[in-house]
């Protein structure tokens, strides 16, 4: 059984930081993605990352959000530094080569 379970989301104020894990179980990771969903937003992309550590970012993120990948842990980070209230969302971790996604972990930055 697939199974892919974000972690690592709360209440932040702005200018804070989180990292979000998902851990993949009943699958081994080729490239994994981390998206997101605003409420009244559609779904987006925040970044990919391969197993050789080949990444793509969002390019309005990529000078706050890092994309990392434990290949032996099975396990996809996303560091998210100076944390802004439009970063506020549901965040989804995707394996990109089989299309599953996790059910997603709250972030939300508010003061």
């Known amino acids: 059984q697939v199974q892919l379970v ?31 969903q605003a409420p009244g937003k559609q779904r987006e992309l925040v970044a990919t990352i391969t197993r050789f550590r080949s990444r793509n970012y969002a390019d309005s993120l990529k000078d706050r959000f890092t994309i990392s990948i434990d290949n032996a ?4 980070y996303l560091e998210m ?15 990109e080569s089989t299309d599953y996604w996790g059910r997603g972990t709250q972030v939300t930055v508010s003061s």
């Open 73 to 76: 842990k099975n396990t996809v």
């Open 6 to 36: 974000e972690s690592g989301g709360g209440l932040v104020q702005p200018g804070e930081s989180l990292r979000l894990s998902c851990v993949a179980s009943g699958i081994r990771i080729y490239t994994m993605g981390w998206y997101r």
């Open 81 to 95: 530094n100076s944390l802004k209230p439009e970063d506020t969302a549901v965040y989804y971790c995707h394996a």
